[in-house]
Structure formats: C-alpha cells, structure tokens
C-alpha cells in the first residue's frame, strides 16, 4: 500500500524472494482499516457494522427480559467499545462519518425507551440519554483525546516522537490561558491531524489540570468537563 493524497500516487512494485506483492487498497492494523489516503470512512463503516450486529443481537435475545440498567451495561460494554477504540486515531471531522457513528448510539437509545414502555415514535432520545447519563459520542472522543493528550505530556505513554510535538506555551500575560503553543496549517488534512487537534482541544480544556495529578484524577474531571461543556 502507498500512502498519500494525490490521486496520482507512484506506485513502485516491491517483490520478497522474487515473488510479486499484492497491491492492496484496505489493510487491517492494530484493528484500524487503513487505506492510502488514511480517510476514516472505511474503518468507520465497518466497525458501526459490528456494533450494529452485536447491539442487534443484545436486542433479539434479551427480548423484555432485562431492565434498561441492564441493557446500558451491555451497550457500554460490548458496543460502544467497538467504535471508540483508537478514535485519538481516526477521529472524524466530516458530518457524514460523525453521523453514522452517532446512528449506532441512537438506535440504543431508542431500544432502551420502547424497553422503558415508551412507543417508538414518541423517544426522545435526548432525555432517554440524560436520564442514564450517557454522553453523546462526540463528547466522549473529545474526553478519549483530552486523556490521550494527559499521558503524552505525562510520560504514560513511551513515544519521544509523540512527545516532542507537543509545544508548552508560554504566556506574556498571566491572564493568557493557553497551555498549549498552536501553529498555523496549509491544508485542510494536517488541520485536522491528531497532534493538531489534540493542542487545539487542550488550550479550551484549560481549567483541567494536566500536571501534578493522577490519570484517576484527570480522567473523572474530563469527563465532568466535557459533560458540562457538551460538544465541541
């Protein structure tokens, strides 16, 4: 697989033990799908795809046997995991890929109302959400990236390279908030790439304390954080 984002990529036949190797389009690493020009889509189509088969299947077999409480444990559990793991990575910017994964959480959501003896039509998913105390997954992947952020800095994850991206900022004015240097970009691509977004949601986040705290500590206040602040 080459890698990049012209659509015009030059592409070099590379061969082991004089064997030819296959061109591919899609690789699975790590359990992230991969393609040349590192678009989210495909990954994202395929695992809202599982976690639809498994939120499906939590559905047929629990039938009216098992209380919403219930069923939160299993979503939380053995569905949501499947499209959050490794978001920091993958994490969307386009309407349209933020909305199929949010078509994952809603159906949930309406499961767990027609549970609750709410007909179909009449959930509204915002108060079924509120009631249980389930944040949106937007929310959650700006919590997943704040957390991701807090062990770079912290050295809880063992990545020089990661490291050395992050700038401190220093203010002029003490009143200046912004723990976080940010640089200007060319294109749209490294904008919205992690380092990027990960400095760019650090410096609003500034009333969590990135230093001189434990991960226990950091994660119960991001989460309370971006509870409070919804969507960003």
Sequence with gaps: ????GSKTLLHFHFSLY?????RVTVIKDLGLYMT???DPGIHITKTCAKANRILGFISRTSRNALS???LKTLYVTLVRPIVEYGSTVWAPHQIGHCDHLNK???RFLL???VRSGIRYTDVDIQVIASQHQILSLSSRRVALD????????NGLVDCPELLRHIDLHVPAATRLLQPFSRHSHRTVYAY???IPRLLRLGNPAHQLEFFGVSMLVFRRGVFSWVSEHGEH
């Design 1 to 4: 697989m080459s890698f990049g």
């Design 192 to 194: 919205q790439s992690v």
């Design 68 to 70: 919403p409480a219930t």
């Design 146 to 153: 704040l957390i991701f952020l807090f062990k770079i800095v």
């Design 111 to 113: 499961l767990v109302g």
């Design 18 to 22: 004089g064997l030819l190797l296959d």
């Design 104 to 106: 994952v959480q809603r």
């Design 36 to 38: 040349p020009s590192l």
